[in-house]
C-alpha cells in the first residue's frame, strides 16, 4: 500500500524545526549546544498577557469562538492598524488563525488556482515556496544580494511579473536576513505593483522588531490604491514573545477573508479561545514589554555581527530588524581543507545517484556534530552562500557560540 500523498512530492519538511529538534535532543543528551537556530524569543511571554489568559480560563472562555476569531481580537486588531498603521479595516476584512503560518497557508489556498505564479524575493522565509507549492502554485524566486540588502528592486519585481503572476510577498523586516525596507523603497515597488492585477502578501510578523529609529512601513500604507490589492499577515508569536500560543491574524479584501473563513472552518476552525483572549491583552495593553526586547535583542545584534564579521572569510550585514544575523561564508567555501570534505560528501552521494551537497549544509552539519553550534545553512532560505544565526539568547552564549564558529573556521584554514 502506498501511505504517501502525492501533494507531499513538492514540500520538505521545516529545515528550522528539523534543525531545532536535533539540537534539542543533543542538549538533551548532555552536550552543551549553543542554538543560533530557533525562531523564537527567548523572553518569556510577559506576565500580564498570561493574567489575561488566566482569567479567560475562570471566566469559562473555553468554548468554540467564530472561526475568524473572538469580536473583542478582532477589535483589538483594527484598533491597531488605525493606531500604529494609519489603516482601516471592517470587521469582515479580519481572521485570526492558529499563528501567522496558518493565516498564510490559508490565503494561499483560498486565492491560488494551478500554475498562478507567486514572486518570491530570496533569501526567503522557508515556509513560503513549499505552502505556495501545495496551494498549486508556481513560486517564482527572485535573489538578492548582501550589495543590495537583500532587497528586491523595481527593475527586478518588473521583470519577473507575467500574466501568471498572482501574488508578490513582501517581508520587512525580513526572516533571514534581517532587512527592512524604507518608506522610499517601498513606494518604489509600489510604483509598480499599483499597475498590475497583482495581490501583495505583505508578512508584518517583524514589525516591532526594528533598529536604528526606521520607520516601518508596508505597501498598503502607501496608497488607498496599494491598500486594496494588499493582504497583510502579522501575529503576537515574535512581538510579545508568544510563539507557543500560535495566534496570528490577516487582514485585507473581505472575499479573500470569507474564503479563508471557509478554508479554516473546515480544517481547524477557531485559533484557541484562552489564547485568543491572551493576544487581545497583548495588542491592547502598554506596548513596554515590546520596547524592553527590541532593546535587548538590538544590543545582541550589534554584539553578534560585530563579533562574526571578525572572522576572516565571513560578512555580514547589520540587519535593521527582527532577530536573526544572515553572515555570508563563501570566503570560507573556498578554503582548500572546506572544499576536500565538500569532495568526499559528493563521492559519498555520488554512490548514491545523489546530487552534490549543499556547501552550507556540510558547513552547518560540522558546526553542530563538531563545535556543538546550531546554525540554519542559508539553503534552506534559498542561498547557499550564507547561514543564518537567530541572537535570541543571552550574550555570553552568543559569544561562546561565535567562539565555536571561529575556531571552525580557523581549524578549515
Ligand atoms: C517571516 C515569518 N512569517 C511568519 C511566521 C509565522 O509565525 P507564527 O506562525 O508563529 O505566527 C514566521 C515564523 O517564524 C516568520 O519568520
Redesign the pocket.
Known amino acids: 500500500m502506498k501511505l504517501v500523498a502525492r501533494r507531499l512530492d513538492v514540500v520538505e519538511p521545516s529545515p528550522t524545526l528539523a534543525i531545532t529538534a536535533k539540537a534539542n535532543a543533543l542538549k538533551a543528551s548532555g552536550v552543551d549546544v549553543i542554538g543560533f537556530g530557533a525562531?523564537e524569543p527567548d523572553f518569556d511571554t510577559p506576565d500580564h498577557i498570561k493574567v489575561a489568559a488566566k482569567k479567560a480560563m475562570d471566566l469559562g472562555k473555553t468554548k468554540y469562538t467564530p472561526v475568524s476569531g473572538t469580536v473583542g481580537l478582532k477589535e483589538a486588531i483594527l484598533a491597531k492598524f488605525k493606531k500604529e498603521n494609519g489603516l482601516d479595516y471592517e470587521k469582515n476584512q479580519v481572521i485570526v488563525g492558529t499563528?501567522?503560518?496558518q493565516v498564510?497557508y490559508n490565503f494561499f489556498m483560498a486565492t491560488l488556482n494551478p500554475g498562478d505564479e507567486v514572486i518570491i524575493p530570496a533569501p526567503y522565509?522557508v515556509s513560503y515556496a513549499d505552502i505556495v507549492r501545495l496551494a498549486e502554485g508556481v513560486p517564482v524566486i527572485v535573489s538578492t544580494t548582501p550589495e543590495s540588502n537583500f532587497q528586491i528592486t523595481p527593475v527586478q519585481l518588473e521583470a519577473n511579473i507575467t500574466p501568471r503572476t498572482k501574488v508578490f510577498i513582501f517581508?520587512s523586516p525580513s526572516?533571514p536576513t534581517g532587512a527592512a525596507y524604507s518608506k522610499k523603497d517601498v513606494q518604489a515597488l509600489c510604483d509598480i505593483l499599483v499597475n498590475h492585477d497583482i495581490i501583495t502578501l505583505s508578512?508584518d510578523?517583524y514589525e516591532k522588531i526594528i533598529y536604528d529609529g526606521l520607520e516601518f512601513c508596508n505597501p498598503a500604507m502607501i496608497s488607498q490604491a496599494m491598500k486594496e490589492k494588499t493582504f497583510i499577515v502579522n501575529?503576537v508569536?515574535k512581538a510579545y514573545s508568544m510563539?507557543g500560543w500560535r495566534i496570528?491574524y490577516g487582514v485585507g479584501n473581505a472575499e479573500i477573508v470569507k474564503n479563508m473563513d471557509t478554508m479554516q472552518g473546515q480544517s481547524t476552525s477557531n485559533a484557541s479561545s484562552i489564547s485568543q483572549a491572551a493576544a487581545e491583552e497583548a495588542l491592547k495593553a502598554d506596548q513596554d514589554c515590546v520596547e524592553t526586547m527590541r532593546i535587548a535583542f538590538d544590543k545582541r545584534r550589534k554584539l553578534i555581527v560585530d563579533l562574526l564579521n571578525e572572522i576572516p572569510g565571513i560578512q555580514c550585514n547589520l540587519p535593521q530588524g527582527a532577530f536573526y544575523a544572515f553572515p555570508y561564508i563563501d570566503g570560507v567555501y573556498s578554503l582548500p581543507k572546506f572544499q576536500a570534505i565538500l569532495n568526499s560528501e559528493a563521492n559519498a552521494k555520488s554512490d548514491k545517484k545523489n546530487s552534490s551537497p549543499n556547501k552550507s549544509t556540510v558547513f552547518c552539519d560540522i558546526l553542530l556534530n563538531k563545535y556543538n553550534v546550531a546554525a540554519v545553512p542559508g539553503i534552506a532560505f534559498g542561498d547557499d552562500n550564507a547561514l543564518r544565526l537567530s541572537y535570541a539568547l543571552g550574550e555570553d552564549d552568543i559569544r561562546k557560540g561565535v567562539e565555536r564558529i571561529k575556531k571552525m573556521v580557523s581549524d578549515l584554514s
Open positions: 525562531g499563528g501567522g503560518k498564510i522565509w517581508n526572516n508578512d510578523i501575529g508569536s510563539t496570528g
